[in-house]
Nanobody, 127 residues
């Protein structure tokens, strides 16, 4: 079965950096757009960014643009979220998600576009 396993979360001070990883198995990784979402306590899950199947296209939420970078290594079936200049408002559970190429009816900026989700990893930014 498909598994997405996030890692790399933790506690960091404001202004610091973290790199999250998401290791995928059970799917043809290179055929999937990969997205990152986050959910803060008491808030809805929100889009962070996505990367196309070959890494040629990325898109980010305005709130993280210029601070977060998504990359992928198809040979390792892994997608990364490099986060810098972290702020307390970035505190959330971060999820990776996979959007198969056949799933075309939603933009990858929407959670409904994704067929598979990881369990999430907590990121806490202290002020």
């Amino acid at each position: 079965q498909v598994q997405l396993v996030e890692s790399g979360g933790g506690l960091v001070q404001a202004g610091g950096s973290l790199r999250l990883s998401c290791a995928a198995s059970g799917l043809t990784f290179s055929s999937n757009t990969m997205g990152w979402f986050r959910q803060a306590p008491g808030k809805e899950r929100e889009f962070v960014g996505f990367i196309s199947w070959n890494g040629s296209n990325t898109n980010y939420a305005d709130s993280v643009k210029g601070r977060f970078t998504i990359s992928r290594d198809n040979a390792k079936n892994t997608v990364y979220l490099q986060m810098s200049s972290l702020q307390p408002e970035d505190t959330a559970v971060y999820y990776c998600a996979a959007k198969p190429s056949t799933r075309t009816w939603y933009s990858p900026s929407y959670s409904a576009a994704y067929a598979y989700w990881g369990q999430g990893t907590q990121v806490t930014v202290s002020s």
